[in-house]
């Protein structure tokens, strides 16, 4: 279960990470509200990303 939800937080943080990324570079889906808030989301999710990623290595 453990595996699944570390599998499970990369998804949606990666997920995330590109929809703030396509936010800061083109603008899609929020249309640039605030970059601020964009650069804050994509360090929190990188942040995210990284730790699941460890967190996975060590199970194995």
């Known amino acids: ?3 699944f939800l570390c ?5 949606v943080s990666a997920l995330l990470l590109l929809v703030f990324l396509l936010d800061i ?14 650069i ?4 929190c999710s ?3 990303v990284a730790l699941s990623i460890i967190c996975l ?3 194995k």
């Open 46 to 48: 990188a942040g995210v």
């Open 7 to 11: 599998l499970f937080s990369t998804a």
């Open 25 to 38: 570079v083109a603008g899609v889906p929020f249309k640039k509200a605030s970059s601020l808030m964009d």
């Open 40 to 43: 804050i989301f994509i360090v």
């Open 57 to 59: 290595r060590q199970q």
């Open 1 to 3: 279960m453990s595996k």
